[in-house]
């Protein structure tokens, strides 16, 4: 199970991070990814992390501006954003893969977290 949260309102520039906490004994061996979707447009990737922490991927649009990380004894999943831009608003998600081919692919990862509302104003 997965639960993100540290979604909120935020002017343009700003910062906010999003946690993800997950329950389950496999965390460790679960590569995770960061996923938003806004109203109208089809879910994206934002940021992935594989199970070791020792390798992330990021969209061409959050490069350099966001950065994932994790602390495995803790379960948890971290998204550092900066710079924060009225187009990143959407609902955030953290999702979990066992295995993937293709980590910027949604079907690809098997749980889901219930998202958390980013909104950054003008």
């Known amino acids: 199970q997965l639960q993100a949260s540290g979604g909120g309102l935020v002017q343009a520039g700003g910062s906010l991070r999003l946690s993800c906490a997950a329950s389950?004994?496999?965390?460790?061996?679960?590569?995770m990814g960061w996923f938003r979707q806004a109203p109208g447009k089809e879910r994206e990737f934002v940021a992935g992390i594989n199970w070791s922490g020792g390798t992330t991927y990021y969209a061409d649009s959050t490069k350099g501006r966001f950065s994932i990380s994790r602390d495995n004894a803790k379960k948890m999943v971290y998204l550092q954003m900066s710079s924060l831009k009225p187009e990143d608003t959407a609902v955030y998600y953290c999702a979990a893969a066992r295995y993937y081919s293709d980590y910027e692919a949604a079907n690809e990862y098997e749980y889901w977290g219930q998202g958390t509302l980013v909104t950054v104003s003008s």
């Open positions: 389950g004994r496999t965390f460790s061996r679960l590569n």
